[in-house]
């Protein structure tokens, strides 16, 4: 190769490096000045994208600014009033809470009754609203079924259901007008069987159940007031017989306290005895003649002028009358 060829070479390779040169100093001065700026200087780190917008997201306040009217009311309540209304509101519904869990159970007799009458007064009423334009009104609730059926809700109750027979009765005198109410409950089903609207069928079938479910409502409450009765009977008998038996024992010791010759145990006790049968002829017999309910014990009798004159029977007749004569005068 001759020397002018490779100064050629030379001086392509010089321009070629002059041309590349000039193209890098032309992409670094056209850098975009943000980029430029945002290179991390000596050596620090950057913060990452995900730091970044933790720090752009702005606090969320959760408070709500009071009314004029709540700061006023927050103004004039202490924490103690606070703590009082919500100690009371507690109270309240652990009172309710309470009354509620206590709720006594309907017995079978008073629910059977209650659904009856539920579904007469539902189907009276319907029935009134759509062909008189007034509803049934009634006295009698459910709840006075609790705790447990009474003659008097009975009354209310059979009140109520005579009304609304009477509804009925108006706005379907050829239906049932003519049907007479002393019917058997059978005669009463049969009846309903053959009515084409359904609510008046339902309304004569709940009302022989109403009466089935009362008649049951009396026979149990009879049988419980008639145990009643029996243990207040008891309950009386045995407060008089503790009452007899205080008595008895106050006769015996005021008897016994004054060392009579007697067996004070036996004869207070046979007076008491006789006394449940004839009041007025045990207490004469015990003032006039204490003897015949306890035999006077002679050997207890204390001679008279120092043991010289022996005993007697009379003797037995005077320690007989000072019986008497105490028994008389006792108090207990």
């Given at each position: 190769m001759s020397d002018s060829n490779v100064l050629e070479d030379d001086d392509f390779e010089k321009l070629l490096d002059s041309f590349i040169n000039d193209s890098m100093n032309e992409v670094d001065s056209g850098a975009p000045a943000d980029?430029?700026?945002?290179?991390?200087?000596?050596?620090?780190?950057?913060?990452?994208?995900?730091?970044?917008?933790?720090?752009?997201?702005?606090?969320?306040?959760?408070?709500?600014?009071?009314?004029?009217?709540?700061?006023?009311?927050?103004?004039?309540?202490?924490?103690?009033?606070?703590?009082?209304?919500?100690?009371?509101?507690?109270?309240?519904?652990?009172?309710?809470?309470?009354?509620?869990?206590?709720?006594?159970?309907?017995?079978?007799?008073?629910s059977e009754l209650a659904q009856a009458f539920l579904n007469f007064y539902n189907s009276v009423n319907k029935l009134s609203m759509t062909h008189l334009n007034k509803p049934y009104q009634c006295l009698f609730e459910i709840d006075d079924l609790y705790p447990n059926y009474k003659p008097s809700i009975g009354k209310i109750l059979s009140d109520d259901v005579v009304a609304g027979w009477v509804l009925l009765t108006k706005m379907f005198p050829q239906e049932i007008g003519n049907f007479p109410l002393n019917s058997s409950d059978e005669a009463f089903l049969n009846f309903a069987e053959k009515l084409t609207d359904t609510d008046l069928q339902l309304a004569v079938i709940s009302y022989v159940e109403i009466l089935i479910d009362m008649e049951g409502c009396e026979l149990t409450y009879q049988a419980k007031f008639l145990k009643y009765q029996e243990k207040q009977i008891k309950r009386l008998m045995y407060e008089e017989y503790m009452e007899r038996k205080e008595r008895q024992r106050k006769f015996t010791?005021?008897?016994?306290?004054?060392?009579?010759?007697?067996?004070?145990?036996?004869?207070?006790?046979?007076?008491?005895?006789?006394?449940?049968?004839?009041?007025?002829?045990?207490?004469?017999?015990?003032?006039t003649n204490p003897a015949i309910f306890a035999p006077i014990d002679f050997s207890k009798i204390k001679p008279r002028w120092f043991g010289l004159l022996k005993v007697t029977p009379k003797d037995g007749i005077r320690v007989n009358l000072e019986i008497g004569n105490f028994l008389k005068r006792l108090k207990v």
């Open positions: 980029e430029t700026n945002s290179r991390p200087q000596n050596n620090e780190s950057a913060p990452s994208n995900e730091e970044a917008d933790d720090d752009d997201i702005a606090p969320v306040d959760y408070t709500t600014e009071l009314s004029p009217q709540g700061q006023a009311v927050n103004e004039t309540m202490s924490d103690e009033d606070l703590d009082k209304m919500l100690v009371s509101s507690l109270q309240d519904a652990k009172i309710e809470a309470q009354e509620t869990h206590d709720q006594p159970m309907l017995g079978n007799d008073e010791e005021a008897l016994a306290a004054k060392n009579f010759p007697v067996d004070a145990d036996k004869l207070i006790s046979n007076y008491f005895r006789v006394a449940q049968k004839d009041v007025d002829g045990a207490f004469k017999a015990l003032t």
